[in-house]
């Protein structure tokens, strides 16, 4: 481990502090094992040590689950105005622009129509890494017209959802009419008979757990991924208590009946054919 060194106590202060060079070695934040990035990405982004499913962003997660070249993004013209003129450390304007530059997406969130397996669906993907893939207007419109479609075109649903933020506040209740907005079209596609596959991945938190990310008709969810309203160290500090082990983990909640099943991300596309197979026959 020739590329860590230690760092001299007297010029940091911090005995034992090293530098780590971000673009080589990432930190496995659920046991803390350091990992090379090159094998992390031939690993699919998941730790070879506990299992740990990392955050994927949007279009490799497309990539992992759709046939190759199959998919076509819808609503891509869709951009966030500033409502609230919102005022922050950062200004939402402000924010916004940074986001779309690093992340190289409009918003929190893809749509689109793709094959898996040769079967036509209709995807929706957040991305955990643009504002914590909160939803605001734009994520609740795009998922709310891709429903709409899968409804008129009588397509399956898949919903991918990593969102650590919930519904984002820089927006305030335009965000939260999206949670109402999201659940009430897929109230329609499932009168219709739609058939939706909600998959929550790490995190899936907050306004976007509480609407659309747990209406699947069933729930997918990778190992470890944390899945919540309020995150754990908030209830501990409200209740003052001590949470059980494995609080809000995938393992916990399939065990508490939240979710149906647990699926590692190299198997995902495999688990979502044969339920759409068992369920579109
Ligand atoms: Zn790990």
Redesign the pocket.
């Known amino acids: 481990m020739k590329l860590l060194r230690r760092r001299d106590t007297a010029q940091s202060g911090r005995p034992g502090k090293r530098d780590i060079p971000a673009d080589l070695w990432t930190k ?1 934040e ?2 803390g ?1 350091l990992l090379y990035n090159k094998a992390l990405e031939e690993s699919l982004k998941v ?1 070879p ?2 299992d ?1 499913h990392f955050p994927l962003p949007a279009a490799e997660r497309l990539a992992l689950t759709l046939d190759e070249g199959s998919f076509q993004e819808w609503e891509t013209d869709l951009v966030s105005l500033d409502p609230l003129q919102f005022r922050g450390p950062t200004d939402y304007a402000e924010k916004l622009v940074e986001e779309q530059r690093a992340c190289r997406m409009n918003d929190a969130c893809l749509t689109g129509l793709g094959r898996l397996e040769g079967r036509e669906v209709v995807i929706g993907v957040t991305d955990s890494r643009f504002m914590m893939g909160s939803m605001g207007s734009v994520v609740g419109e795009r998922l709310t017209r891709a429903i709409e479609r899968a409804t008129e075109m009588r397509r399956p649903l898949i919903i991918i959802s990593g969102s650590g933020g919930g519904a984002r506040m820089q927006e305030g209740m335009l965000s939260l009419m999206q949670m109402a907005k999201t659940c009430n079209a897929l109230m329609r596609f499932d009168e219709q008979g739609g058939v939706f596959i909600s998959v929550l991945t790490h995190p899936t938190m907050a306004g976007v757990l509480a609407s659309f990310a747990t209406l699947g008709d069933v729930l997918v969810a990778e190992p470890k991924a944390l899945i919540g309203f309020t995150g754990p160290r908030v209830i501990e500090q409200t209740i003052r208590q001590r949470l059980p082990e494995g609080f809000q983990r995938s393992e916990f909640l399939l065990e508490h009946g939240l979710i149906d099943l647990i699926v590692h991300r190299r198997e995902m596309k495999t688990h979502l054919n044969k339920l759409l197979t068992l369920l579109c026959p």
């Open positions: 496995c659920s046991c094992q730790c040590k506990c740990f």
